[in-house]
């Protein structure tokens, strides 16, 4: 049972433009949802993270959307950069009192 | 201390060896979860510890694999008669009560042969 689903699974932006990645998830308790960036031989880095009590968050260049009703959150990466190309990972748990579960990850190509 | 470490960041065995993974957290972070990573996916859950106690293990963790982290500090994952299906990344990473998000290592890379 996959308790988030991520959308893309890869992704090509040009750059300057805007990166959106789109995670679904199932348990109703979850209530942490962070995303991940993660280089080739690197392990994944956290981005930023959102609680279900705000609909957004912006930090930077990245923003997360967050849709309690639809339970949807997602990335958006404003005037992508070629420094972005990486896998990213939405992920969710119960008030860090679970292990966090990851998706499948969205592998972004940012172009020039 | 710069962050949570791996030791070996790879390591290439044959099959039916045995393996240990070494994983040392933020010396601050009293939570330590391990994690495997195969191509083209996402991290998946084997097992984690609160301080030196083992809270909660993954149905992926067959009783080939024991972890262990004595007196709270660094842990150590152990691969029993190992598999070709268990060539993978292990990742290791750390938090303060599981709040404020993970930090992980770079991982170690397995190969079986």
């Known amino acids: 049972q996959q308790q988030v689903k991520q959308s893309p699974q890869s992704l090509i932006v040009q750059k300057g433009g805007i990166s959106i990645i789109n995670c679904a998830y199932e348990n109703t308790a979850f209530d942490y949802f962070p995303w991940y960036q993660q280089f080739p031989g690197k392990g994944p880095a956290l981005l930023i993270a959102?609680?279900?009590?705000?609909s957004e968050k912006k930090e930077g260049r990245f923003t997360i959307s967050f849709n309690k009703s639809a339970k949807q959150f997602s990335l958006h990466i404003m005037d992508s950069q070629p420094g972005d190309s990486a896998t990213y990972f939405c992920?969710?748990?119960?008030?860090?009192?679970?292990?966090?579960?990851f998706g499948k990850g969205t592998r972004l190509s940012v172009i020039a | 201390d710069t962050g949570v470490s791996q030791d070996p960041r790879h390591k290439i065995t044959k099959r039916g060896q045995n393996v240990t993974f070494r994983c040392d957290p933020i010396?601050?972070?009293?939570?330590l979860y391990w994690y495997r990573q195969t191509l083209g996916q996402g991290p998946e859950f084997l097992t984690y510890f609160q301080n030196e106690a083992q809270l909660e293990k993954s149905r992926l963790l067959s009783d080939r694999f024991s972890a262990e982290r004595p007196k709270g500090s660094f842990s150590t994952l152990e691969i029993q008669r190992t598999e070709q299906g268990d060539s993978a990344m292990y990742l290791c990473?750390?938090?303060?009560?599981?709040?404020?998000?993970?930090?992980f290592g770079s991982g170690t890379r397995l190969t079986v042969v």
């Open positions: 959102i609680r279900p009590d705000v």
């Open positions: 010396s601050e972070h009293n939570r």
């Open positions: 990473a750390s938090s303060f009560d599981g709040t404020y998000g993970y930090t």
């Open positions: 992920a969710a748990d119960f008030s860090g009192n679970t292990p966090l579960v």
